[in-house]
């Protein structure tokens, strides 16, 4: 798993009632955090970081990793929960193409156009036989995606 550390900037109206809120709370984390909150409401801070752990682009930006799966794509190379995964070239593009724009949709076309440079001229169903190749290595139940999902009558996305 990887964390990225993410600023955010609120209003001190926002953290006013935000660190209210957090104060009341029952949760430790949240009453620690309470007080950020009334710093920034207070005007002695104007942003907090925070760090989110999950599926981001890690500090080596060659690396997206999304839950199990991990693509680098300086090496060109794939892995699921460690384990090489051997993709052709066009399957390894196609996948890495959908990671790096990660919950974007996009059609059979736009897929196309970006991994082959050039105007859409490939039946339809082309694309869809790498996307079923790529579930098939990637996928722990191809028939349930969890990674490379179908968004019907539009086109593929990879899982946010």
């Given at each position: 798993m990887v964390t990225r550390r993410t600023r955010i900037d609120i209003t001190p109206a926002e953290a006013a009632e935000?660190?209210?809120a957090l104060f009341s709370s029952d949760s430790a984390l949240a009453r620690d955090l309470a007080p950020v909150f009334s710093d920034i409401a207070a005007g002695?801070?104007?942003a907090v970081e925070v760090a989110i752990d999950g599926a981001t682009h890690s500090d080596d930006e060659n690396l997206i990793v999304i839950g199990e799966l991990a693509i680098n794509t300086a090496s060109r190379t794939v892995a699921l929960s460690g384990t090489p995964v051997q993709l052709t070239p066009k399957e390894?593009?196609?996948l890495a193409f959908l990671a790096a724009n990660r919950g974007t949709v996009f059609?059979?076309?736009e897929i196309y156009q970006a991994v082959w440079n050039d105007r859409y001229l490939l039946d339809s169903s082309n694309i869809m036989a790498f996307i079923r190749k790529i579930r098939k290595k990637i996928e722990p139940?191809?028939?349930n995606p969890r990674y490379l999902l179908t968004v019907w009558g539009v086109g593929y996305k990879m899982c946010e």
């Open positions: 935000l660190s209210h002695r801070l104007s390894f593009d196609i059609s059979k076309e139940e191809p028939d």
